[in-house]
């Protein structure tokens, strides 16, 4: 006898037996099944080749998830429905492999889409020019670090994004990670506790050059401790890990220290004392990014290691945040930092490159970042800029 129809019947005989109606109950179906739907959000990418978080099976399998790709499924309300790369067969496989459609100008998404993002490096010096048309068309603009390469072209999208109420963010994945919120959450416990931060300890997973992951140990040292520095070192024997046009030396090692004036976290403490932050830009698969803070009466660390035996955890732990606070910004239009706090940012990183290029890793103060001082990029023929014409 068949134990599992047997099984099937008694149940359906059961819930027959329970009910106040006289019908009979035939033999036992399997019910349809149904898939659930829901409104995705349509997006648009631009520059997903070499460089880009879009690129490398980063960001695009955990918004467009696709078989063979080592993610766990569908995992928000967002779907990449356009595309555009300066290289338009980068482009075209770029569109087969994720299920979108590839268009010809990078500014024939608008209208088409809910949320765009700009998720290239080598596209930074540019982005003045590629996000425009969507920060004047109000559609919401994830703009990938380090932003600019001059407060002047900085100044020029905020000021679009706000004369078009258009809500934008720029950020990386170790401003959102579980580490920098738990470290955030320690200095405001200190604060509370009336103890000053005496200073601090980093390390950064740098790959060796500042700007495209350098960035990214900064960010995490300005999630933490917040942005009233008054000056930034960087000290280093290059900030580009290999030669290129702009770049004459490939860099071996790198230092990054940051001067506060203190520390205001409204609502919870204040500090007036100054204090010290140095940063190592490393390279390796120790840890992403970690932090001693030496305050009155101690210290306190925390790591967050390189998940480097599992490479989807580590996608969930370290990148997925960022992804998530896409979606918030689509969906809500509400910014989790404001305009300013994006141009600070922005000042402090760009006075970190200063710093290097023109003091031998000597302090400069953020106010002393001239208006129109513009930082290299590594290949600044990456655009042909008669595009924009």
């Known amino acids: 006898m068949n134990n599992d129809h047997t099984r099937r019947s008694f149940i359906g005989k059961a819930a027959a037996a329970g009910t106040a109606s006289a ?7 399997a019910a349809k099944r149904t898939s659930s739907t829901c409104e995705l959000l349509n997006i648009g990418v631009v520059a997903v080749g070499d460089g ?11 918004i467009n998830p696709v078989p063979g790709k080592e993610w766990y499924g569908r995992t928000t309300r967002m779907k990449i429905t356009h595309c555009w790369d300066r290289d338009p067969e980068v482009a075209a496989a770029y569109a087969k492999e994720f299920g979108c459609e590839a268009v010809k100008n990078y500014d ?11 998720g290239g490096f080598y596209e930074v010096k540019w982005w003045p020019q ?23 072209s900085a100044r020029q999208m905020i000021e679009t994004a706000k004369k078009y109420n ?3 963010q720029c950020t990386d994945e170790r401003e959102f990670i579980k580490e920098s919120v738990t470290a955030r959450g320690k200095v405001e416990q ?11 300890n980093s390390d950064n997973s740098a790959g060796y050059e500042y700007p495209a992951h350098g960035v990214h140990g900064l960010y995490y040292l300005l999630a933490i401790l917040g942005l009233d520095v008054n000056q930034v070192s960087f000290q280093a024997d290059s900030w580009w890990n290999n030669v290129t046009l702009t770049s004459r030396k490939t860099m071996e090692y790198g230092l990054l220290t940051l ?11 204040k500090q007036d004392k100054k204090f010290m932050v140095a940063q190592q830009q490393l390279t390796g698969y120790a840890s992403n990014a970690n932090m001693r803070i030496y305050y009155d009466g101690g210290w306190w660390d925390i790591d967050n290691h390189w998940t480097y035996n599992d490479r989807a955890m580590r996608m969930f732990t370290l990148f997925f945040p960022t ?6 910004l689509f969906e809500t239009r509400k910014m989790i930092w404001d305009y300013d706090y994006i141009l600070k940012k922005t000042n402090i990183f760009l006075a970190g490159f200063k710093s290097h290029l023109e003091h031998n890793g000597g302090f400069v103060r953020i106010e002393d970042v001239p208006e129109n001082w513009e930082a290299p990029c590594p290949h600044p023929d990456w655009i042909d800029e008669s595009i924009f014409k």
């Not at 996000?131 to 380090?146: Q, W």
């Not at 200190?190 to 601090?200: F, P, S, T, V, W």
């Not at 992804?323 to 918030?328: A, F, I, K, S």
């Open 23 to 29: 019908l009979s109950v035939g033999p036992a179906t």
């Open 52 to 62: 880009s978080h879009l690129n490398y099976d980063i960001w695009s399998p955990m």
């Open 108 to 118: 024939d998404m608008v209208g088409k889409v809910d949320g765009m993002i700009f």
């Open 130 to 152: 590629l996000t425009r048309p969507y920060l004047e068309a109000g559609i919401p603009c994830h703009i990938n670090r380090p932003f600019a390469y001059s407060m002047k």
């Open 166 to 168: 258009t809500p934008i």
């Open 190 to 200: 200190l604060l509370k506790e009336g103890k000053n931060i005496l200073g601090a």
């Open 259 to 269: 001067q506060y004036n203190g520390i205001d976290i409204p609502g919870v403490g």
């Open 323 to 328: 992804v998530l606070q896409m979606q918030r």
